[in-house]
């Protein structure tokens, strides 16, 4: 049964109580974990660790997540790797946690030898002093492995006691291992973890699984060859935590976990805690939980004392939250109530009788105000078929689908397809629920759905569904061959046609298709009915299709007319973000900006997940052009985290593009390569995700002066017939990327053949930043062809496009061309003055990759003193330029990208430096520049270890 109006995916909450041990508790115990999924990367940091402390310890680790997560076994699995380095353990008792001392004195008498009187007291300076003299002792001749498992059990003073000690263990190489479970509420953990708080410890915490290990798990422990979508479900609702996963497997039949509408239970253990917990509570208290976990996951006090009959239910919360059974939700007062744990609320329905449920869920639907919510509790009430009920859940998913609430819709027709007495009832509500988690971004669960959608009959609606999903997930060929059928096959079904036409306007906006999306979209307009949502949204969309064939006047005209018919509701956000969209690409990021940020958590509160992650995409790159790069990464990290939650990866390389180009000018190599890891895509994938995929990998080896690279990413693109919708100005901005290649890499006739229509059509739409972008490749083009007076004249007009533009990194672009074009002409003095003006904006922006290229370009544009460069008098401004970068220790390929040169121009000028200086290699040649001043990337110091000569 769905959870209305509360999209799955949300980061879980961690920390369950310790109640069982999924691995056994015993760290020197000998069975070999064949099941054990996860704990390479801890294992690895607690390798590092232990040779830190091998290097001149102490070093204080402390091993934390919640019950079930694996500490104990990765503790057990470090030792069993490491069986020659002495060991002394003890593991915090729950019973012994107001001892105080009682876990001290275990370590002190944890001593194969023969063991000195320990303090008779219980002072923790005393006991520390005493357990560093131990440690120390034993760590003499080789280091010491000093375990704590459960240490949130310890009791304070031995905590303390520990803490001394390490303070008096000096240059011992002592690795103290602590271990402690977070989470759940108990009066001593509380105090322990005060203590552990306090200590200069490095936390190392254990990672959830993912799905392909919830997979790897089910065939080690069940021998289950779990689909990718139920291993999916179940790692979600365990929250990646192998305990529960161990449990579930061993509990639930397998049945249940690929049913995807069925809820899966909590964990045994933690069912059998909070049954503890409940018998503990007193009458008033556990109604009020019981109240509390009926009305759902944020109940408000209000309702549940109502329902639980309470008139002064403060004596009750209190009690309820010191079990750790409820909690007030942060930001409120007493008024909105929360579960503290992800499976308290679960088990807590778990322990109602039948009765009891339907007793509570019918007086909760009295007492409730929301429409949505009293259907919700006539239903969870509900022991039979309903046709009269399922029909109110239609209703309301219709009114919902109206203001684009696809969550509640979702919610609503699943519930009604259950309660259907009829079976094609139930087969057309399920498709259409189905649907709305698609429409809602909610693709997890239209995922699990799909093979009962697949079951049914084909037909316009069943195969317009699977369309609609396949588009979110990025599978082209899949959802072109579902729309064909679909269409085919819509005979006289208006409704069924018009949502046909809906799913091929997304199709054609995937693709990049303006024609083909202004046509889809009138036909949709056609068939549906006047406000329905097919309507409204291909509306929404269409003038993105009208801004693709480049009628930009038209596509403004479309989403003026879609925000006001639209004034408010997801609808309308729907339309501000592909305003948004529009104002970007047409040179207004400031407007864009304030859509953008408008749509983005708006549409997130009512569900609309899709859209929320668009406007991220977007608001990325407007930040990225504005100069907020900063800005530009939290968008990026924040649609990251919904496009986990969500799985929609037709967006996947939208949401890593901007990540990989900042952290690649930022000269952060390994994040900018996880960004394109991540943000990969294939040559038979939708246009908006190949664009942003190779636009990726040309940003990242542009700013490692790859170019050759630039020219074979971005080629697919150019090589396309027809490009149509890819050469409008602003939308995709990857033609100056790839024109300044092809000109640095001495393809000028192809530079010339691709920039001239390019230029053509962005003076006939009077796009400034697209001719600007495209004037300096012509300025650049112009100077390799010797015509210095052309080059910089488009350079002043490139320059003058940009000047009213609030577009800092493109200024920079053309200051630093114009800069080292008119160096390499010999022109130092004005090179000097814009390659300064480009670092300072490239510093600005964090590019450190381009403040690096200016100070190289700055320190050749300087006149050479007199003298110092002995013989070099006749080399021509080029041969010196060259000689000088080499004598840097740049690669030849390094110096090309600097010089706009191809590698095979600087080797046949580095052969005639050669000849002319009488040198034989790149160490004699920076020794003859070696009395100049400090020249480049190593100070002047001579070429670089491993720097080949010249080919």
Known sequence: MATWAEPPGETPRTGEPPASRPYGVDVSGTD??????????????????????????PVVVVVEGPAGIGKTTLLRRFLRRHPEVPTTAATGLPWESSRAGALARRLLDDDPGDSPAWPAGDDPVDLGT??????????????????????????????????????????????????????????????????????????????????AETRLLAARVAAADLPMPVARRLCEHAAGIPGHLLELFRDTPPVRWSDWQTRLPAPASVQRRVHRALDRCSPEARALVEAAAVLGRNPVLADAAA??????????????????????????????????????????????????????????????????????????????????LAEELVELARRKADEGAWAVVAGALIDASRISPTRADREARLLQAVDALAGAGLLGQAVDALPEVEALPTGPRRDSVLAYVAVQRGRRAEAAAHLDTAWRLRGTDRGAAAVVCQRYVLHALADWDGDALVRWAGRAVEYADPGSPAAV??????????????????????????????????????ARMGLGWLYLAQDQPEAARRELEFA???????????????????????????????????????????????????????????????????????????????????????????????????????????????????APLAARTPRAGLDE???????????????????????????????????????????????????????????????????????????VLPLPYERARVDFAHGITLRRAGRRRDAATLLTTARQSFAALGA?????????ELKTARPAPRGAETGTEHLTEQERTVATLVATGLTNKEVAASMLLSVKTVQFHLTRVYAKLGVRSRSELAARFSHGPALGGNGGRGPQAGVPAPR
Do not use: K
């Open 307 to 388: 329902l639980a009959g309470l008139t002064d239910p403060i004596a009750a919360l209190d009690e309820a939250c010191a079990a750790g059974l409820l909690a007030t939700a942060a930001g409120h007062g007493l008024d909105a109530l929360t579960f503290p744990e992800r499976f308290i609320r679960g088990a807590v329905h778990a322990t109602l009788s039948p009765r009891a449920r339907h007793e509570l869920h019918l007086r909760a639907a009295a007492v409730v105000t929301d429409d949505t919510e009293r259907l919700r509790h006539r239903v969870e009430a509900a022991p039979l078929p309903d046709a009269r």
């Open 130 to 211: 005493a357990l560093a003299r131990r440690w120390e002792a034993r760590a003499r001749e080789e280091p010491l492995l000093v375990v704590v498992d459960d240490a949130h059990h310890a009791d304070p003073v031995s905590l303390q006691a520990i803490g001394s000690a390490v303070a008096r263990t000096h240059r011992a190489p002592v690795l103290l291992l602590l271990a402690r479970t977070t989470g759940w509420p108990d009066a001593g953990a509380v105090d322990a973890g005060a203590v552990l708080d306090r200590l200069a410890a490095t936390s190392v915490p254990v990672l959830r699984l993912g799905p």
């Open 600 to 714: 983005v958590p708006t549409v997130r509160q009512t569900g609309s997940n899709r859209i929320s992650l668009w406007a991220l995409v977007w608001l990325a790159r407007t930040r990225f052009a504005l100069g907020d790069w900063p800005g530009a990464l939290d968008a990026v990290g924040q649609a990251e985290a919904l496009l986990s939650a969500t799985g929609l990866d037709l967006l996947r390389p939208l949401v890593h593009w901007t990540g990989a180009q900042v952290h690649a000018l930022r000269a952060e190599h390994e994040d900018a390569e996880r960004h394109l890891q991540l943000g990969a895509a294939t040559e038979h994938d939708y246009t908006v995700m190949t664009v942003p995929a190779l636009l990726a990998r040309a940003h990242v080896a542009e700013a490692a002066s790859d170019y050759d690279a630039v020219v074979r990413h971005l």
């Open 848 to 856: 450190r990759v381009y403040v690096e290229r200016c100070d190289r």
């Open 729 to 803: 100005p602003g939308f995709w901005p990857w033609h100056d990327v790839y024109a300044n290649a092809l000109v640095v890499t001495d393809r000028l006739p192809e530079a010339e053949a691709f920039l001239a229509p390019l230029e053509t059509t962005a003076q006939r739409r009077g796009h400034r930043s697209t001719s600007a972008r495209l004037g300096y490749v012509r300025g650049r083009l112009l100077a390799a062809r010797g015509d210095l007076p052309g080059a910089e004249e488009a350079f002043e007009q490139a320059r003058a496009r940009l000047a």
């Open 537 to 574: 949204e291909s509306r929404a969309i269409a003038g993105l299709g009208h801004a693709a064939r480049g009628c930009v006047d038209e596509a403004f005209t479309t989403y003026r007319h879609a925000v006001a018919e639209s004034p408010a509701g997801p609808q309308h956000q729907r």
């Open 32 to 57: 070999e974990d064949a099941h054990v999924v996860g704990l390479a990367t801890e294992t690895a940091q607690l390798e590092a660790l232990l040779l830190r402390a091998c290097a001149g310890g």
